[in-house]
């Protein structure tokens, strides 16, 4: 088993992590070495599920934070191991951003803070990278709902280090259009699905993003096609062509008005809905995140694209995502997080932890 | 091995070589099947190279015909075992049009005819319903074309049991739109390459099919999608899209001719050119097709899809189509060969080789 470098700081353990190559459904190496991390470590109470971990202190405290973070990336594209750039200021490469570098920020937090301003619940969590109803969050809040209970959590996803409140909801539909197979020689026997698809790619092409602000933030949304399959053979006119759309919502919406507005946009035709997940409200009205804020510098930012904190949110419980990089670089292959980033988050949440 | 049933009539004959299945790449079972049929058929002398089999009579004729029809078809989707129609007067199933049919002629006629008019050059051959360069008539013209020397070569491929000249050319071209990868939560950063493939389904929504007029036969055109892929993950901004592009084009257009009008037509996208075989031109003027015309009819009509006529064509022997089958329905699930076909085909082969 890898294990994490005792002595190392929050640079260097976010080097070890994202060397731990763990795209989703291969997070076992990472969560046995974060397992291992956490149980030499005696003021924590450690569960495992899966490929999942929560380590609680429980030092009696009036108040319970959840600080969370996933383990899993998307795959990697030539950009392991970790290479620190030229300059000394950038660690580059496969999870630097979305999120090794937040998971490492916890890392070095959980074993330093032994007596907590707020007991903390510490959660790491798989497959955050994949289809909703795989998400390890998801199944920890249906298996052992108990272990969640908390009045705040802080999601570790990139926001450049600064506070970011709710998200967009995210929903995948499918839109299958049809026509009549026949041999290529004699197209005109047939009607070609694929040509029909413009007509699909043409609303796409004419939507126009709106941009909707909620609770004093502004949360912008799009619509788009993320995948396209058609086509049998090379002398076919194919029946069947396949265009997935994905559309994220201001959380103002519920998850059946961002069905209806689809339905509007690509009226005429039958939509199958392959996933979905509802955004969340800013959540910055709660003492706790009240208290967090002014901690670490009294602002908050909307956040754009879909994190866990609606599954928070949908508990119950007020959350919002604060964590080292650029949310712009996450799932690029040339994601990049600046050394600043993550020695600001472990400070910021040191500070408040302990207030000092 | 399986055995053809030597007192069979051409309609059993077209069910047993149906019933042994011979999606291209698996020929095998059918040429031991075709081979040990022609072994025992003692005027003739057999060569087998791969799956292609070569038949000739040797009677010291002025001329010499190539009569020749492919093994393969297309995948079977539910449609075999062949079967009757109910009414009796039909064969349904894989293959009985495109083109075992036309071999069940074959297989009837090469045992009867063993003093021909015209020396006889029996042509069974694989990898037909595949890419240009697997073709197995294309393998013979390379390794043993002596085989091949002939006056006159009729396809047995589909044709409504009438005489049809020439056919179109095939090309098929990729052209890959390109854009710039994102988190589909920040889709503003990214370029979508599917949202860029509508132009170029537009373009090919907009275009009109040319009929061309060739030797006094009209060819018509067709320009079609037949794939399309793109897409990397559900909350990934693509930035590749391939779109295949298949056009039928007369035979009085070459292939640069070809390639010139699709370049015209997608101007500012580069083609690749992943297949592309040249049409052939009714070739109705030699002494033997005209022979054979006359004997069956006195009518020609043009071809649209792409046969391998085209290869006798480029080999200088003057070739037409004639089989049993509605070529419309070729790779249709549904194909199906009227009986009355099959027997008209074996009639009109039989009575123009025996001059009876």
Known sequence: ???????????????????????????RALADAVESWTRATPHLTVFRDGDALIAQTNVGRERRVVIAGHLDTVPVNNNLPVRLSEDGTELWGRGTVDMKGGVAVMVRLLRDLTEPVHDITWVFYDHEEVAADLNGL??????????????FAILGEPTNAIIEGGCNGTMRVRITTAGVRAHSARAWMGINAIHGAADVLNRLNAYEPETVTVDGLDYREGINAVAIHGGIAGNVIPDECAVDINFRFAPSRSQADALAYLERMFDGYELEVTDSAAGARPGADSPLAQDFIASVGGTIAPKYGWT???????LGIPAVNYGPGDPSLAHADNEHVPLSHLHACEHGLRSWLTGL
Chains 1, 2 share one sequence.
Do not use: Q
């Not at 070890?16 to 459904?25: L, R």
């Not at 998801?138 to 009045?151: C, I, K």
């Not at 866990?308 to 949908?314: I, M, Y």
């Open 138 to 151: 998801g199944r920890l809040a249906r298996v052992r709902p108990e272990l969640l209970t908390a009045d």
């Open 308 to 314: 866990d904190v609606a599954r928070f949110t949908a």
């Open 1 to 27: 088993m890898k294990l994490l470098t005792d002595s190392a700081d929050v640079v260097a353990l976010t080097r070890e992590i994202c060397d731990i190559e763990s795209v989703s459904g291969n997070e």
